[in-house]
């Protein structure tokens, strides 16, 4: 048994990598839209529990890129898939599980692009940063489709408890995050009209006042 290891590792040791680094940088995945979720209401006064959330969002958010580099890197370096550099890096290019990996690979650029336009926020604009942002939602929802696709491990009782048990919060929060926004909105219109409607009193009354 202890001797099978060492031929175990060399046989699939990059299966496991992959397999392992998969479900590591899925779950990272969960926990980053999760935290980002839960931030976006602004429900903490405590601001410095709000800078540690923030913190933690960005870092988890940060592990998970470097998790899916390790698991592309696994899925590369496996000796029985071999799919060369294409097949990892471009959709549908693989031999196996062609749509599940495509989405995989979708979900990984998606990933790499949310997470560096972290850093050009600035240059992007805070307003179109933040409405390209709430697409991390899509980086979870393929993770979680692609790994039911083409994991090996992903029909256990434990990543089955994981996804059930996130899915379902994260789905809430997503939902009543798109409310609040659409609640926010129409608070900033009807400002916006009280305002107008303000100015135009305040324009009359002058022009009936003025002598
Ligand atoms: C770079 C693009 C990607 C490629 C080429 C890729 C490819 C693959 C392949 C071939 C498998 C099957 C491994 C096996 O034989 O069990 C797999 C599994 C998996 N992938 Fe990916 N993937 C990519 C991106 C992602 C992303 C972005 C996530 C997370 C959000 C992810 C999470 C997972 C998980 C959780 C599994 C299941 C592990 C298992 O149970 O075996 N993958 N991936």
Redesign the pocket.
Known sequence: MINSIPHTLATHGW?IV??SS??V??VL?TVSVFLGLTMAGKPYRDPRLSRSLKALHEQTALAALIA?GI??LG?LLDPW?QPGVVG?TVPFA?G??RLS?AV??V??YT?LLLGVSFYFRRRIGAKLWRKAHRATIA?YVL?LL??FG?????HSVLFLAWAAGTGVPIALLFVYRLGAGRRAGERRRRAARANARATARAAAQAIYETP
Do not use: E
């Not at 083409?150 to 992903?154: L, V």
């Open positions: 299966w992959s397999r998969g479900i940088a899925f995945v899916i698991h592309g899925i898939l990892v693989i196996v599980h990996v995989g690979i979900a990984g990933a980086v993770g692609h790994a083409a994991g090996s491990d992903t």
